[in-house]
T-cell receptor
Framework: KAGVTQTPRYLIKTRGQQVTLSCSPI?????VSWYQQTPGQGLQFLFE???????NKGNFPGRFSGRQFSNSRSEMNVSTLELGDSALYLC???????????FGPGTRLTVT | AQTVTQSQPEMSVQEAETVTLSCTYD???????LFWYKQPPSRQMILVIR??????QNATENRFSVNFQKAAKSFSLKISDSQLGDAAMYFC???????????FGTGTSLTVIP
């Protein structure tokens, strides 16, 4: 099976812009989670989707949003970008009734 | 608080030697799962080993094994016969039986010295 894929891999944006990141889970996985990874904070949980429903959300401002499509692909959107949003954004998928997550390679977002 | 603490930001080990990475966690859940993930410099996070909290037997995967102390909420990773390819950032994590949120530690950077 193909692994989790994320696009784009690298992105440079300017403060105030918005950005959309995409994640395609492993085939058959219906749960998709998003994380923000920064050197100082480690992995911070953003949200988790299952069958197009957001089941859990981390402690991030409303500028961070996401959605999941019927084919389990997920997108996350960050509006009004700030310098502090520069990070590696990781997506992970999980099969139903299992507990291990499988991660994608991440999208490196740089905000200038 | 649902936290994970990895008290060793950096560790080093000689090739072929053994190293142990520490992890403690805090949860009020009774049913949960614990994991160690490895993130090499290429950035792809890879699952190393998992442990079900209801199992007393420590999990092993080839050269990787854990020491799970449920009462102490401790979950350390032992890497035996360390190889150059083991050099990476290692993250400890846990999730409750609902599985819809993982809690990660801040990581331990492991260097393997030839």
């Amino acid at each position: 099976k193909a692994g989790v894929t994320q696009t784009p891999r690298y992105l440079i944006k300017t403060r105030g812009q918005q950005v959309t990141l995409s994640c395609s889970p492993i085939s058959g996985h219906r749960s998709v989670s998003w994380y923000q990874q920064t050197p100082g904070q480690g992995l911070q949980f953003l949200f988790e989707y299952f069958s197009e429903t957001q089941r859990n959300k981390g402690n991030f401002p409303g500028r961070f949003s996401g959605r999941q499509f019927s084919n389990s692909r997920s997108e996350m959107n960050v509006s009004t970008l700030e310098l502090g949003d520069s990070a590696l954004y990781l997506c992970a998928s999980r099969a139903t009734n299992t507990y291990e997550q499988y991660f994608g390679p991440g999208t490196r977002l740089t905000v200038t | 608080a649902q936290t994970v603490t990895q008290s060793q930001p950096e560790m080093s080990v000689q090739e072929a030697e053994t190293v142990t990475l520490s992890c403690t966690y805090d949860t009020s859940e009774s049913d949960y799962y614990l994991f160690w993930y490895k993130q090499p410099p290429s950035r792809q996070m890879i699952l190393v080993i998992r442990q079900e909290a209801y199992k007393q037997q420590n999990a092993t995967e080839n050269r990787f094994s854990v020491n799970f102390q449920k009462a102490a909420k401790s979950f350390s990773l032992k890497i035996s016969d360390s190889q150059l390819g083991d050099a990476a950032m290692y993250f400890c994590a846990w999730t409750a039986s609902t599985g819809n949120q993982f809690y990660f530690g801040t990581g331990t950077s492991l260097t393997v010295i030839p």
